[in-house]
T-cell receptor
Framework: DAGVTQSPTHLIKTRGQHVTLRCSPISGHKSVSWYQQVLGQGPQFIFQ???????GRGNFPDRFSARQFPNYSSELNVNALLLGDSALYLCASSLAGLVTEAFFGQGTRLTVV | AQSVAQPEDQVNVAEGNPLTVKCTYS??????LFWYVQYPNRGLQFLLK??????LVKGSYGFEAEFNKSQTSFHLKKPSALVSDSALYFCAVPTAGGYQKVTFGIGTKLQVIP
């Protein structure tokens, strides 16, 4: 069975640009969460979607947005990129919306120059 | 607010020796606690979780964790370390409300020395 897949694996963008990151959850998983991991820190929660609805949002500016599609895949969008947005973006999927272990993809390494 | 603390940036242990990676928590109500491991340039892998029940939780790859309510700790342990255990370890706690808004610790780098 395929795990959580994220695309692209690496990305270089210029300040002010827009980026879209994609995530496909494990088959049967209806919950997708997004995290930002800056070098040397633990992952920081950005969003959780369950059954296509936003169920949680972390302390990130409105430049960050996300959505979940009918097939439960998800996109994370970031507008007006800043140098500080450079990070590893992780997607996690889980069976349900409530507390259970999450399975992470390998992440998208975003570099903003 | 729910939070976890990992007091050690790095832990060094000789191969074959027991290892402990420390985590303390600050949680209102009954805590749910997780341990994850991250290998270089990889996503996080789930190791184990504490929900309720036995204070000693067994997980993947021979790891276990001991929940101690009086000390508000959830230390990760393994009886005999392998070089391949060298990685970054994160303690984590979901927020109140139960959804997948998980707060991670800053991480502890485990270095197993051959």
């Amino acid at each position: 069975d395929a795990g959580v897949t994220q695309s692209p694996t690496h990305l270089i963008k210029t300040r002010g640009q827009h980026v879209t990151l994609r995530c496909s959850p494990i088959s049967g998983h209806k919950s997708v969460s997004w995290y930002q991991q800056v070098l040397g820190q633990g992952p920081q929660f950005i969003f959780q979607y369950y059954e296509k609805e936003e169920r949680g949002r972390g302390n990130f500016p409105d430049r960050f947005s996300a959505r979940q599609f009918p097939n439960y895949s998800s996109e994370l969008n970031v507008n007006a990129l800043l140098l500080g947005d450079s990070a590893l973006y992780l997607c996690a999927s889980s069976l349900a919306g409530l507390v259970t272990e999450a399975f992470f993809g390998q992440g998208t390494r975003l570099t903003v120059v | 607010a729910q939070s976890v603390a990992q007091p050690e940036d790095q832990v060094n242990v000789a191969e074959g020796n027991p290892l402990t990676v420390k985590c303390t928590y600050s949680v209102s109500g009954n805590p749910y606690l997780f341990w994850y491991v991250q290998y270089p340039n990889r996503g996080l892998q789930f190791l184990l979780k504490y929900i309720t029940g036995d204070n000693l939780v067994k997980g993947s790859y021979g790891f276990e964790a001991e929940f101690n309510k009086s000390q508000t700790s959830f230390h990760l342990k393994k009886p005999s370390a392998l070089v391949s255990d060298s990685a970054l370890y994160f303690c984590a706690v979901p927020t109140a409300g139960g959804y997948q808004k998980v707060t991670f610790g800053i991480g502890t780098k485990l270095q197993v020395i051959p």
